[in-house]
T-cell receptor
Framework: GNSVTQMEGPVTLSEEAFLTINCTYT??????LFWYVQYPGEGLQLLLKATKADDKGSNKGFEATYRKETTSFHLEKGSVQVSDSAVYFC???????????????FGQGTILTVHP | GAGVSQSPSNKVTEKGKDVELRCDPI?????LYWYRQRLGQGLEFLIY????????KSGLPSDRFSAERTGESVSTLTIQRTQQEDSAVYLC??????????????FGPGTRLTVT
């Protein structure tokens, strides 16, 4: 079955540091890949996505590239801010039969804390 | 417009009691999903509904769990004879549908269930 593995946290950084959160996956076929973020006291929201190999998703200074050869979708940001403190989830969705809907398979989440 | 709403936001129940959790999706969204998030873990898929198709119940952990949805509106998740291991945050999401690529799932704030 499908699975997503994220680097274990929590991750603690100083403001303006470089961030990498590793994510690897196992899936049949060619899944779509996502990063979701959960800020303190808020609901889960989509951060970025990529739907095919070599696509790069980006948003709010975060980037992740869909690497089929290494089955990875690592999240990066060049300079983190205190406001980036949140829980980050990597997820995949199978694209079976050309449908756009379907369940997401999530990693366990990585807690990021950024200090001033 | 309004996002996905869930009620109640918190529910404390005694072991053995039944509980009902409610989800109001975004208007016009034909797909609706339920997930569970246990403490310190990623989100676990439970069930999803797509229009008038038979729901995908593959994630329901036992026959104590059931869910209903009438048309493209409200859904209720029912847990019978609750157990302490059912304690979790139950998240609902909805999405529009169409062809590829993937369509974003919008998440509600969740219902925190505590079984004592």
């Amino acid at each position: 079955g499908n699975s997503v593995t994220q680097m274990e946290g929590p991750v603690t950084l100083s403001e303006e540091a470089f961030l990498t959160i590793n994510c690897t996956y196992t899936a049949t076929g060619y899944p779509s890949l996502f990063w979701y973020v959960q800020y303190p006291g808020e609901g889960l929201q989509l951060l970025l996505k990529a739907t095919k190999a070599d696509d790069k998703g980006s948003n709010k200074g975060f980037e992740a590239t869909y690497r089929k050869e290494t089955t990875s979708f690592h999240l990066e940001k060049g300079s983190v801010q205190v406001s980036d403190s949140a829980v980050y989830f990597c997820a995949l969705k199978e694209n079976a039969g050309g449908t756009s809907y379907g369940k997401l398979t999530f990693g366990q989440g990585t807690i990021l804390t950024v200090h001033p | 417009g309004a996002g996905v709403s869930q009620s109640p936001s918190n529910k404390v129940t005694e072991k053995g009691k039944d509980v009902e959790l409610r989800c109001d999706p975004i208007s016009g969204h034909t797909a609706l999903y339920w997930y569970r998030q246990r403490l310190g873990q990623g989100l676990e898929f439970l069930i999803y509904f797509q229009g008038n198709s038979a729901p995908d119940k593959s994630g329901l952990p036992s026959d104590r769990f059931s869910a209903e949805r009438t048309g493209e509106s409200v859904s209720t998740l029912t847990i019978q004879r609750t157990q302490q291991e059912d304690s979790a945050v139950y998240l609902c999401a909805s999405s529009s549908t169409g062809g590829v690529p993937a369509y974003e799932q919008y998440f509600g704030p969740g219902t925190r269930l505590t079984v004592t």
